[in-house]
């Protein structure tokens, strides 16, 4: 087997088997040290409580973007729609100015909510915890919206999709006759 065997387990199986439990695509927002927006896209941002409201994310330790929404002391969770894989590829990519040309306005925390969207969550950090080689941000609820009936964008092994339910399926099969 090739790539790198951590505690007997190969890096590269464990990307590829992950890689089966589909993920929805999530920008991470907030404002840097000069008010200027900063943010980058998770595929593990979860639900963790209703009573505390907590959300979750976790970011890799290596990420430039995570000290900055650790020193902001909040986060907005912005779970991107299925016509937005443009702007998940832009808010991904490194040493790019993510937020050139994107749409967006101030949350009632000041974290950018981005135009277009499903939905969002403002959030202010509760807990920051050291997972392996990666750090889990705890964020407590202090604001949300749907933005949009718009569909999720979902990532599954390695590619984008667009989520249809079974009532759709059936609407569309019906078109088809
Ligand atoms: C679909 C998708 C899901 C991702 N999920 C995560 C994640 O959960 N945690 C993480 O640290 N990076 C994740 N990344 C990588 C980051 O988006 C990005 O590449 C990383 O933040 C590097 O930029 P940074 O140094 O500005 O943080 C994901 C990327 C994609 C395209």
């Not at 090739?2 to 190969?10: N, Y």
């Not at 929404?69 to 016509?83: E, M, T």
């Amino acid at each position: 087997m090739d790539g790198t065997t951590v505690d007997s387990i190969d890096s590269r199986h464990l990307r590829d088997v992950m890689g089966n439990f589909p993920t929805s695509v999530v920008a991470v927002t907030t404002l840097g040290a000069g008010h200027e927006p900063v943010g980058m896209v998770v595929g593990s941002f979860t639900s963790v409580s209703l009573d505390p409201p907590l959300v979750s994310f976790l970011a890799d330790r290596s990420s430039s973007t995570l000290p900055k929404i650790l020193s902001a002391q909040r986060f907005c969770a912005n779970a991107l729609a299925s016509d937005q894989e443009a702007l998940c590829r832009k808010m991904a990519k490194r040493g790019a100015d993510r937020f050139d040309g994107v749409v967006w306005e101030k949350s009632p925390l000041n974290n950018p909510i981005l135009d277009g969207t499903v939905a969002w969550i403002d959030c202010t950090i509760d807990k920051v915890v050291e997972l392996g080689d990666h750090l889990l941000v705890v964020g407590r609820i202090q604001d949300l919206r749907v933005a949009s009936v718009k569909n999720p964008l979902l990532f599954f092994r390695g590619g984008y999709g667009d989520y249809s339910s079974s009532a759709q399926l059936l609407l569309d099969g019906l078109r088809g006759w």
